[in-house]
């Protein structure tokens, strides 16, 4: 008997990946699928690709259309889960793809997003090594309220979590810069994400260390064991529609050997995040589709720094795969179940 | 009397960027384009695009070929210009677009390139400051052996320079990650250069400090005054035929109000690099087609760290612009002649 | 008990594509991978977006080396199929992506392909109308020979039989011009593939009716039941790595009502064609990775022509997709079968 | 004395190639620049890549701005330079590149766009073969109103003109399939402009022959000695930011040899189209940025259809170049002055 599921924000590209992925799921059934402006509408003619889902239509997205189903996941704007959560059953399994429930340190929030502080839930990135030992999935066992991590917040955390945990690079002078796609930016009606601005260019934003994903990247590596975690990153957008290549840098503390060893172990038995043999380095795409990271690993001699590219889909591993990876866990599937590994690639 | 012109290696892309140059410039007349596979054909077989000089053939690559222009600029691969050097007369003025006269530091050269050290030219990057004050501009008046910048270095060098020259930012921990489009690698039959294998996906090579742009880097900021200049910088390929953008960060070493002063000091007066306002930061495609870069600037107060975001057509200002730049100071021409300033945007 | 596939050409874009399916499907397990050039490499070298297949290595293309596997895929170079299957016992299944077994017509492989001619196998398009009624999914139960279709051609065809087996347009002068993405001419090191050639631009390639696509068209719309089918058509190289959407005119000879009708009956229930509602028109990248035809469709009443627009994955429905889907029918497993009927967008 | 020009509508992408190009022509001042949501804004702010006119400010679009001014070129939505002109002087000599002016039958009008009929003004195609001998550049010697044409509609025109002037040619069954770039929609905010939908996808709009260009194609092939043009034509957006690559085709009424000439005696003199040798044909990507129209021609003897391709930069050739050639020719300046003939590739 398959498990219910509502999607809430669906008409977006989180809620449309979302709804990729739980469609093509063994133990889950998509029942309720709503938004906001395009409520009324056929899912079709939002999402012509979901051919499997076309029988759907798009519902107003309040809590009596969600609550009757087993799991409810909310990709809605920033701020806006709160109200709907408020009424829905405790024992409602709700994955949050927004950012309301992710940050812990209140006044982090208030620096990066302001208005209402909404508390922290289980954090979505099961991978995640924590400083006491152990990872973040035993945490998402049997939890109810899940965040799931920002996109670039992913990229970047599995990229220098197993360097920061054996205590082999410096955690206080991390760098790094993210080639990314507009997907990440979602469906918005600006004039910097039209095709015609983003073909043919790259473009930085969030310059100096404003982008709201910074906290959330700290909070993760001080979790794993990093002191004095301090990170300036820079996305850019460049055109291609979907995918994450974060380049890291941190300081070594540590000989080449030991820190190779130490993403080695981290990632030895992890389903979705793999290390290239040395000397190879990964391609965004080819993760398309799939919740896989891909990350190379080289060290700078000269400059005393190891450099971490990692690679993934913003929308699978970086929004809805880790959603659906979350879900797994706290409902006791099996963590990878229909999950794609293999990228769409070329 | 119009300047005669050759061009050896005129089927490549940096090749065709000089042609596409040369034939706008009102003082060159180009005479003579050269190539290797390809001699014999006719220009535009190779080069449809530049149709204002499609009545020229390509020949061999030869010194007799070449001779007789007052001109001759260099598009070869790496080792090549040595044996055509030789045979040209020491009054021709020689450009060289190549790697082979940049570094004037013999075991730099070992470490990167290898093979035998050609000895270096007057580096053809006008803007770049001087420790003592002035820029290479002065240098290049009357030169007759230039070497053009590597377009990467360029992007780097144009974007930390200025904050280096001021005694700002401190050199010893510069990181640097460069959005880079797939023209800079030249028309090279490899896999990882087709169309199916870029679009839609970022990836990084040379990462971990191994490639042969950085001692070049080096050598300029350190010419700008730079002490202990340390780099680590990875280029990621992006899907866009031509551009660079550079994301450059150094430690903060005074105000930000010092900070912006040495960047807006330094370029006030650069009729080719412009300091964007404060909070706007560039797109790569705005310098399509000209030899302009642009440049924004931010502070990161939290990482201590200024991040520097500089645009530029990796094959105009990054190769055949600055090539046309240095010879026009070299001839005594306006340093501006010919040389487009807006781009072709979007 | 699974079903041991083979796949030689493995190396390849439809030899990667063929592997994703195939590592998905619940019936089958990949067992051998061959190649040319590759062999003795990691699969992961070649593929590393197939991370649940990184555990093969790519043999050698022989009959030693595939015999023992239940079903053969060949994904060879057009020629290369023959001395391949000469070896292979008559009951494996053996499912050809190439050129080879396509055309009854000998004297149209004379007249485009040239050298021996293989005779046809069963033609593996299940979706195509046959003249005398029903489709071709019948002659694809229990076939151990099936030559899988061109992507082009699937495109055309799917497109155009249900009006031309309805008797709704002329068949004797098609026009059909197609937008289609590199991977389509495989991983071949050509100049014109290379990324820098075909970002940013758009060519035509195949003009004046040349390609080896035609006669396989003209075959199927005659099957269909088309007299004097005639076709011009011509494939345009656009900047998207996978993808076809075509655009196929013929002169109508009914009514606009019965014209939509055809399609509509054609089309009612099949699993991976869909006819978008009037006024709708499909974009390829909503079949990304998926085994799925869109198609919408308009009249031109001033012309007095039918446009209909089809777009699928010219490495899914286009090659592996269908291979797969013919293998599902063969071999009596439910034709869906492990094939995604949602792509991956945006 | 530099001839004094303003812009209307310069924030959008035709009024900032206007200024790309009519700030690098040696005979045109531009002093004054009008928007309507950013008026009061810096140029540098809408279009940062026109570094050359960044001493610019947007002012509102008002008669009383743009008066004084020797030429005004309007770049302004459809319907709205009828309000401007009726306030200009005769003799200011006015260039639009809306559609307001370019049908001659008020019918056509009426059942393409609607509301009030403004009436036809001088034709800007120079190279436009007429019926009774001749082309359109005698009539825009001297001319005050000038309709620049649409910009699918010059690469159909200019592609089919040359056989329907010859009567090579059926004017009767034309059917043209175009890739086009999205800058041609305009800055518009649409979801279907975003770069997440565009990129890795092709998708057909207008479909059915309902799109505006069509009746002016029509008006132009009558001009040029058609008789009962009728015309399917269907755009295609793909994902390059810039370009139109047209494939038109036609029935055949006369020998390949006929037809092939028909072509070159057009095309032998004029500056701006270019006929490609048999056998090569054209890559939008190759007019990037310049006037150039370059055609490739092919027979297909089996369908009995000429395929002609064309292709230019739909916001140069397509709008701004053929505003400034017309305002050359026009003003009695050399036609070719301040155009640029070389594309920017790759």
Same mark, same amino acid.
């Given at each position: 008997m398959s498990v219910s599921v509502a999607v809430a924000g669906a008409s977006g590209y989180a809620g449309g990946e979302l709804l990729r992925l739980l469609s093509a799921h063994p133990e889950f059934e998509v029942v309720t699928v709503t938004a906001h402006q395009n409520a009324g509408q056929p899912l079709a003619a939002v999402h012509p690709h979901l051919v499997s889902l076309r029988h759907l239509v798009l519902q107003e997205t309040t809590p009596a259309v969600l609550s009757g189903a087993d799991v409810v996941f909310l990709a809605l704007?920033?701020?806006?889960?709160?109200?709907?959560?408020?009424?829905?059953?405790?024992? *409602?399994?709700?994955?949050?793809?927004?950012?309301?429930?992710?940050?812990?340190?209140?006044?982090?929030?208030?620096?990066?997003?302001? =208005?209402?502080?909404?508390? @922290?839930?289980?954090?979505?990135?099961?991978?995640?090594?924590?400083?006491?030992?152990?990872?973040?999935?035993?945490?998402?066992?049997?939890?109810?309220?899940?965040? #799931?991590?920002?996109?670039?917040?992913?990229? $970047?955390? %599995?990229?220098?979590?197993?360097? $920061?945990?054996?205590?082999? $690079?410096?955690?206080?002078?991390? #760098?790094? *810069?993210?080639? *990314?796609?507009?997907? =990440?930016?979602?469906?918005?009606?600006?004039?910097? %994400?039209?095709?015609?601005?983003?073909?043919?260019?790259?473009s930085a934003y969030g310059v100096g260390g404003t982008h709201r994903h910074n906290p959330e990247v700290v909070q993760n590596l001080t979790a794993a064991g990093g002191s004095g975690v301090t990170l300036n990153f820079t996305p850019v957008l460049v055109p291609m529609a979907r995918g994450i290549l974060a380049t890291s840098t941190a300081k070594l503390t540590a000989s080449a050997a030991?820190?190779?060893?130490?993403?080695?172990?981290?990632?030895?038995?992890?389903?979705? *995040?793999?290390? %290239?043999?040395?000397?190879?380095?990964?391609?965004? /795409?080819?993760?398309?589709?799939?919740?896989? #990271?891909? $990350?190379?690993?080289?060290?700078?001699?000269?400059?005393?720094?190891?450099?971490?590219?990692? @690679?993934?889909?913003? %929308? #699978?591993? /970086?929004?809805?795969?880790?959603?659906?990876?979350?879900a797994n866990l706290a409902l006791g599937f099996a963590e990878t179940l229909g999950l794609p590994l293999d990228g769409v690639a070329p």
């Open positions: 704007p920033h701020g806006a889960s709160g109200a709907i959560t408020a009424h829905l059953p405790d024992d *409602v399994l709700v994955i949050d793809c927004g950012a309301d429930h992710r940050l812990t340190d209140e006044s982090a929030w208030a620096a990066f997003y302001g =208005g209402e502080y909404h508390g @922290a839930w289980t954090y979505g990135m099961p991978e995640l090594r924590l400083a006491g030992g152990g990872t973040q999935r035993t945490n998402l066992v049997g939890a109810t309220r899940i965040a #799931v991590p920002g996109c670039n917040v992913t990229a $970047i955390t %599995l990229g220098l979590a197993p360097g $920061i945990a054996a205590g082999v $690079i410096a955690a206080d002078d991390l #760098v790094s *810069v993210l080639a *990314v796609g507009p997907s =990440g930016a979602g469906k918005s009606l600006r004039t910097d %994400l039209l095709a015609a601005e983003i073909l043919g260019s790259a030991a820190v190779r060893e130490a993403w080695e172990t981290a990632y030895a038995d992890e389903p979705f *995040v793999h290390l %290239l043999p040395a000397g190879t380095f990964p391609k965004s /795409g080819d993760t398309t589709g799939a919740n896989t #990271v891909l $990350i190379g690993l080289a060290i700078d001699e000269r400059a005393g720094r190891v450099v971490v590219v990692s @690679a993934l889909d913003n %929308l #699978v591993k /970086g929004t809805a795969g880790a959603a659906v990876q979350s």
